[in-house]
């Protein structure tokens, strides 16, 4: 690790240090049932889902308080997508999209809150939804196409002696989604947040402390724009995946 | 401080792997810079192109990561 002794009595900068998984109560071992900090932020993003949407839009008032409004316009803007993104036919499935978009922009949002845990930061995370959505995608494109599907990866637009070559590419390109989704979600999350350490760690020196805070309220800003659009991607590639799976022909 | 040219290998590694970093950066800049480009041209189609936009971003981005990942991987788990 690249620790820098400067003047001021040895800077240690550890930005990798926020992202270690420690069980809650005590204990060095970790199994499948231990409490740890990534599941406590999991499930404080889960309850921070249920109350907004649940409890914000239980009144059902015709004029909405602030709670009712926010949910209703996230509710619009997801729905939307998967219309303009998947098609008429992909609404079936937006419940399941608006949950992800959800969780993991309330995931993200809360990592901002200083001393929590990323949760998205974590590949095992992020991996458990991108092959979710990777399968669930595969068996839909069977299940309502049957064999048509590998059409797909057959581009009929393509002169003949060219979609040998072009369905090794799809099928190669098909078979890295789940790894680039995924990835690109922890990554960017993790790197903002490492970022932000970085900042922090220069901030104990005094004489650039003023230039290091700015820097930092400056990346905390990009940081919870960030955090959205990572989401809004991660939803979008996911109504992309689906309308490739409802619609396989070129 | 001798023994440590495997170390210094994967340091090294590391900061070449970040050029990857600021390739993306190019990329991601051309996608929006010919958007903002074509917007202008044609506002009223503009709004309607937007998800193409964060699609064309989120795909230029993520090699990028990759290229992060990658230079994590050599500071952290070799």
Redesign the interface.
Request: glycine fraction near 0%.
């Given at each position: 690790m690249a620790s820098e002794a400067a003047e001021g009595g040895g800077l240690k900068i550890a930005p990798m240090d926020q992202f270690i998984v420690k069980p809650l109560f005590g204990g060095d071992t970790i199994s499948w049932f231990t409490l740890t900090n990534a599941t406590l932020w999991m499930a404080i993003a889960v309850l921070c889902v249920i109350l907004l949407m649940v409890m914000g839009t239980r009144n059902r008032a015709m004029v909405p308080t602030r709670a009712q409004s926010v949910s209703e316009m996230i509710y619009g803007f997801v729905r939307k997508m998967v219309e303009d993104v998947a098609g008429k036919d992909g609404l079936v499935y937006f419940p399941y999209i608006i949950t992800l978009f959800m969780f993991i922009l309330l995931a993200n949002v809360l990592a901002l809150i200083p001393m929590s845990f990323s949760a998205t930061s974590h590949i095992a995370v992020t991996a458990v939804m991108g092959f979710s959505v990777f399968f669930t995608v595969t068996a839909i494109g069977f299940i309502k196409n049957g064999t048509g599907f590998l059409s797909l990866f057959w581009v009929s637009s393509a002169p003949l002696a060219l979609r040998p070559i072009l369905a090794v590419i799809e099928l190669i390109s098909y078979f890295v989604r789940p790894v680039s989704h995924s990835v690109r979600l922890a990554g960017a999350i993790m790197a903002g947040h490492a970022v932000v350490k970085v900042f922090a760690g220069f901030a104990a020196v005094a004489a650039v402390a003023p230039l290091a805070i700015g820097g930092m309220v400056a990346i905390y800003a990009l940081e919870l724009l960030v955090a959205c659009i990572q989401a809004y991607v991660f939803t979008i590639l996911t109504c992309v995946y689906l309308k490739d799976a409802l619609h396989p022909h070129h | 401080m001798e023994g440590d040219i495997a170390q210094m290998g994967q340091f090294i590694g590391a900061g070449l792997a970040a050029i990857g970093s600021g390739a993306a950066a190019i990329g991601v800049g051309h996608v929006a810079g010919n958007f903002l480009a074509g917007a202008l041209r044609n506002p009223s189609a503009a709004g309607a192109q937007t998800?193409t936009l964060?699609?064309g971003?989120?795909f230029a981005?993520?090699l990028g990561?990759?290229s992060?990942?990658v230079a994590?991987l050599l500071?952290?788990a070799v």
């Open positions: - | 998800a964060f699609i971003i989120a981005e993520a990561i990759f992060f990942l994590l500071m952290f």
